[in-house]
């Protein structure tokens, strides 16, 4: 159950991010505080996503927040 939900937030992180996969993160993608392509979380548990750029930006919302369906 929780592999079917883990699946469908990360391919909505990909949609709305443009991350890609790499090894076992999801990385590259646009961060919404920077703008840069700087966004990563896990792909096995992709509950966080947090911004590369921790001293210039250190933005970061978990994935229940961004998606609460």
């Known amino acids: ?3 079917d939900i883990n699946t469908k ?13 790499h ?5 590259h993608g646009k961060c919404p505080g920077c703008g840069k392509k700087s966004l990563w979380t896990w792909v096995e548990k992709p509950g966080m996503l947090q ?5 210039r930006c250190s933005w970061s919302m978990t994935t229940k927040e961004l998606f609460p369906e």
């Open 51 to 55: 911004c590369d750029h921790k001293d």
């Open 9 to 21: 937030i990360a391919d909505l992180i990909i949609k709305e991010f443009g991350c890609r996969q």
């Open 23 to 27: 090894g076992d993160y999801l990385q």
């Open 1 to 3: 159950m929780f592999e």
